[in-house]
């Protein structure tokens, strides 16, 4: 199972940006929760949305509520975070998790991607 990331880079406070991420496999069975999170350094990873197979009843944290949005194309294990009004303080790099089911398995795994760097100036 790969999990892959894009979309991080540079933007000026005030800016957007828009992340996307795809896990992949031939051996996914099915894909659960998809969700981002993000680390500063020196800090822990801290969640910032998440999306179930539905695509319905996205969760997100307090500071990306209003800001950010996530979406989902499930039928090709694909997320977006659409990421508004940013500020230096959203500066991080951006992880993408899915939370898979393989076929030889009767649980779900979470897979991580490589994560990608949003960094905001002021």
């Known amino acids: 199972v790969q999990v892959v990331e894009s979309g991080g880079g540079l933007v000026q406070a005030g800016g957007s940006l828009r992340l996307s991420c795809t896990a992949s496999g031939s051996t996914i069975f099915m894909v659960n929760f998809m969700g981002w999170y993000r680390q500063e350094p020196g800090s822990q990873r801290k969640l910032v949305a998440m999306?179930?197979?539905?695509?319905?009843?996205?969760e997100y944290s307090d500071f990306a509520r209003g800001r950010f949005a996530i979406s989902r194309d499930s039928a090709e294990n694909t997320i977006h975070l659409q990421m508004n009004n940013l500020s230096p303080g959203d500066t991080a790099v951006y992880y993408c998790y899915a939370d898979v089911k393989e076929d030889y398995s009767d649980d779900f795994h979470d897979y991580w991607g490589r994560g990608t760097q949003v960094t905001v100036s002021s």
């Open positions: 999306i179930p197979a539905t695509g319905k009843s996205a």
